[in-house]
């Protein structure tokens, strides 16, 4: 990792059992594409996503994995919930039954806090301390 990633929007790990990591970055222009590691080292594209969903087909077809892929500007994976998030989570949205997620620094007209909001219809609720 870098500290001068702020062209990149979004990265994306393969890895291979018998090979090094690949990374590919999309830039924030949102076509700029650039290839680190593997067969195409240094390999340059202006082809944005498109080009991206055929680099992804063509390494996994030739046996690399999708590792990991997460905007920069928030490195951590997010099939796991963030470690941080507090006790007291709604099962669901009282208004809509859709499942509820928990919002750091929710920010509205009124006020500013830790909230859970529903994926939903954002039906909100500030955490009481
Ligand atoms: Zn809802």
């Known amino acids: 990792m870098t500290t001068n990633d702020d062209h990149v929007q979004h990265t994306w790990n ?11 970055d999309l830039w924030t222009d949102g076509y700029s ?8 080292d240094g390999h340059d594209d202006e082809g944005g996503r498109q ?7 063509k390494y996994t077809a030739a046996g690399y994995r999708v590792a990991s892929s997460y905007p920069v500007n928030d490195p951590e994976p997010h099939d ?26 929710h920010c509205t007209d009124l006020r500013e806090g830790d909230a859970w909001l529903c994926t939903g219809c954002r039906w909100g609720e500030f955490l009481v301390a």
């Not at 290839?35 to 195409?40: I, L, Q, R």
């Not at 080009?51 to 087909?57: F, Q, S, Y």
């Open 51 to 57: 080009a991206i969903e055929e680099l992804l087909e």
């Open 80 to 105: 796991e919930a963030p470690a941080d998030e507090p006790d007291g989570k709604p099962e669901k949205c009282p208004e809509c039954g859709d499942p509820v997620e928990y919002a750091p620094k």
């Open 33 to 40: 594409v650039r290839v680190h590691g593997g067969p195409d």
């Open 14 to 24: 393969l890895t291979h059992p018998d090979s090094s990591t690949i990374t590919i």
